[in-house]
């Protein structure tokens, strides 16, 4: 019977994990600023582009089995992709998730 300091995992540092959370934050927040500068500059025409975005992250979620996040990123990533069309990218992808009031 093993123990769990047996396991053949390594264990993550605790400094690494906080290092991990620090960085999942500092995302967070960007992406939220993508949606703030969308909202922004889109002005009434919002929830339009938010939707058109939406659908095409959908379809590239479902066709590559990966989330929601992943698929934004993907898109966003492609260096086709405009500055600003990444911006709005990424706000789909907050309201997707965390639909804004």
């Known amino acids: 019977m093993s123990s769990l300091s047996e396991s053949s995992e390594t264990p993550v540092a605790q400094g690494d994990k906080l290092s991990i959370m620090q960085k999942q934050i500092q ?14 500059l889109l002005g009434d025409g919002y929830n339009k582009r938010m939707f058109e975005y939406g659908e095409i992250i959908s379809a590239v979620s479902s066709s590559k089995k990966i989330g929601i996040i992943a698929a934004a990123s993907e898109l966003a990533n492609d260096p086709r992709a405009s500055g600003y069309e990444k911006i709005q990218i ?8 965390e639909p804004s009031a």
């Open 90 to 97: 990424l706000a789909s992808a907050v309201e997707m998730i």
């Open 27 to 40: 995302i967070t927040a960007k992406i939220y600023e993508c949606r703030d500068a969308a909202k922004s």
